[in-house]
């Protein structure tokens, strides 16, 4: 298999408040919710950066997509990494994620591996890492 990861999706309660969050809160690029014409069409595209994209959708039409039944939901199952180039720029994208309406799960702080980090979750519990690691500098 050839790293071709070209969509993540987070399964959400309300897209409205995700949107709100993602695009208002966070001020992440999007057209807003798109595919309103097609019954559990409804979804937010993110572009994160080229060639990836950030998919919100609502957790009832993925699990009626995969035929999987709605379960509850679990922070502790994946994280989201987002990695910045300093630990002021992780301070300032905390406060804006708590502004936007995050729970703040652990204040960054220096991390046993040499880093700075902190941990959020959105308003659906999805778990965020904004990451200042000094020997992967993220790009620009």
């Known amino acids: 298999m050839q790293p071709r990861i070209t969509v993540i ?3 959400v309660d309300d897209l409205t408040r ?4 993602y695009r ?3 001020g992440l690029p999007t057209e807003g919710i798109v595919g309103t014409e097609f019954e559990q069409g409804a979804v937010v595209f993110i572009d994160l950066q080229a060639g990836l994209k950030l998919a919100l959708w609502p957790r009832k039409s993925l699990a009626r997509d995969t035929g999987l039944p709605l379960g509850t939901p679990s922070p502790t199952e994946l994280s989201l990494g987002h990695n910045v180039a300093s630990e002021a720029e992780v301070d300032a994208v905390m406060a804006q994620a708590q502004a936007a ?5 652990k204040p960054a702080q220096a991390t046993f ?3 700075y980090a902190g941990y959020f979750q959105d308003p659906d519990g999805h778990l965020w890492e904004v990451v200042f690691n000094p020997q992967w500098l993220a790009p620009e």
Not at 18 to 21: G, I, T, V
Not at 101 to 105: H, T
Request: no cysteine; glycine share 28%.
């Open 113 to 115: 591996w040499g880093g």
């Open 101 to 105: 309406g995050a729970l703040i799960v």
């Open 24 to 26: 208002d809160g966070l």
């Open 9 to 11: 999706t987070l399964g």
């Open 18 to 21: 995700a949107l709100r969050f």
